[in-house]
Nanobody, 124 residues
Framework: QVQLVESGGGLAQAGDSLSLFCAAS????????LAWFRQAPGKEREFVAA????????NYADSVKGRFTASRDNAKNMMTLHMDSLKPEDTAVYYC?????????????????WGQGTQVTVSS
């Protein structure tokens, strides 16, 4: 099984850019599809972005399309979420997730492995 650790969160102002990182270990990471989800206080965890095993296929939530970019480097066992034009509504704990099926699903139920999360706070 794979272990996931997020990093790169922090404070930002509206309009800023920020990158999040997900370091994977414990298994052949290239066998897994990877994804980002986020959860704001009092809200359900929601899909942000997902990327296939090879990185060729990506999916994005409508709310981040055109602003966020997911990428992965299988040689470094790393996934990155680059976030541009941040908005206060992007404030949430961001979680990295993995599934061994290899498909970049957009629902939480399809992911078996989760990191602990990293906080992103965007002020107006």
């Amino acid at each position: 099984q794979v272990q996931l650790v997020e990093s790169g969160g922090g404070l930002a102002q509206a309009g800023d850019s920020l990158s999040l990182f997900c370091a994977a270990s414990g298994d052949t990471v290239s066998d897994y599809a990877l994804a980002w989800f986020r959860q704001a206080p009092g809200k359900e965890r929601e899909f942000v972005a997902a990327i296939s095993r090879s990185g060729v296929i990506t999916n994005y939530a409508d709310s981040v399309k055109g602003r966020f970019t997911a990428s992965r480097d299988n040689a470094k066992n790393m996934m990155t979420l680059h976030m541009d034009s941040l908005k206060p509504e992007d404030t949430a704990v961001y979680y990295c997730a993995a599934n061994r099926i290899g498909v970049p699903f957009t629902t939480t139920l399809r992911y078996n492995y989760w990191g602990q999360g990293t906080q992103v706070t965007v002020s107006s």
